[in-house]
């Protein structure tokens, strides 16, 4: 039994939940995947997977050696990496997460530069706007908005997201055009809550015109903890949201939302990338990381 490829299987087959799928990114038969677990197992004289019909589940067992498994699996590739390193090509699989509207707008269109200058670099992609622990979860870097709240990580800036108040025609068309914050508020308007991942509450908002200094949180009855579907609910009419102009823009040029208090401002939203510090870090995170500061954060602030 090769040991390495047993363990690739096993760590695939969690991952996917499924033989066929794990057989399917392998480029491996399903008997071959599944005769590679079952050596496994014999090796180690433990079950490690739950098998029925229906579907595949992790036991106890399974579960710990899994995490085990993956910083193994992780440390190989870090070797492959070095090696590639000093061949000054990167190559290997990185797992990174980022916000879904960062992701769909920003990130995944810049993708094909990044492919093509390192084509051995294989991105597993989470796409949230979730809390994710870098550690625990075993994710290279995270890139994520606001002010890091993680002292044990590493952020480099990306740079800041214009932030604005929007409404959809119909809703102000309902309801009227709020000329201060405080009106959001109040009984005559609605706003869109966005869940903290951190608190689970929705979000307040500081916005400041001058001297003068407004918190509003916007009277809500529904709050959603996804950008996407934020956007969504603001285009539906359900309310006003505060959103970046990056994900504003191409919808106020269609006129399916509109801009609300220009003479108010809100605080630019920073935007970091983030991992966990390393003396060895690999040579494609690193690559990755300059990459993303290179051509996302200057796309990212604009």
């Known amino acids: 039994m090769d ?3 047993a363990m690739q299987a096993f760590a695939r087959v969690v991952e996917t939940g499924s033989f066929t799928r794990a057989a399917e990114t392998l480029r491996l038969s399903r008997t071959t995947v599944t005769q590679l677990v079952q050596q496994l197992e014999a090796r180690l004289r433990v079950r490690l997977l739950h098998r029925t019909t229906r579907r595949v589940s992790v036991t ?3 579960a710990a050696c899994y995490e085990r498994v993956v910083r193994l699996l992780a440390d190989l590739e870090d070797v492959e990496g070095g090696l590639a390193e000093a061949a000054a090509q990167p190559r290997g699989r990185l797992r990174i997460d980022v916000p879904s509207p960062f992701a769909r707008l920003l990130l995944v269109p810049a993708l094909p530069a990044f492919h093509a200058r390192y084509p051995d670099i294989r991105l597993d992609i989470g796409v949230s706007d979730r809390e994710v622990d870098v550690i625990a979860d075993n994710v290279d870097c995270v890139i994520r ?5 993680d002292p044990a990580l590493v952020a480099r800036p990306l740079g800041t997201l214009g932030i604005g108040f929007h409404a959809s025609p119909a809703y102000l068309q309902q309801h009227g055009t709020p000329t201060h914050p405080r009106q959001l508020d109040g009984p005559d308007h609605h706003a869109v809550g966005f869940l903290s991942p951190r608190s689970g509450r929705a979000r307040v908002f500081v916005a ?4 003068e200094q407004v918190e509003v949180q916007g009277r809500h009855w529904v709050a959603l903890d996804d950008g996407n579907a934020y956007l969504a609910a ?4 359900l309310g006003v949201v505060v959103l970046p102009d990056y994900m504003t823009a191409a919808h106020v040029a269609r006129g399916e939302l509109v801009p609300l208090l220009p003479d108010w ?3 630019a939203m920073p935007m970091h990338v983030m991992f966990p510090p390393n003396r060895h870090m690999s040579h494609r995170l690193r690559v990755f990381i300059d990459w993303v500061v290179d051509v996302l954060g200057p796309a990212d602030a604009a």
């Not at 603001?234 to 009419?237: D, I, K, N, T, Y």
């Open 208 to 211: 400041r015109r001058g001297d």
């Open 3 to 5: 040991r390495f490829d």
């Open 60 to 62: 106890a067992e399974g």
């Open 234 to 237: 603001g285009l539906a009419g």
């Open 145 to 149: 908005g606001g002010i890091p709240a």
């Open 265 to 267: 401002q809100l605080p």
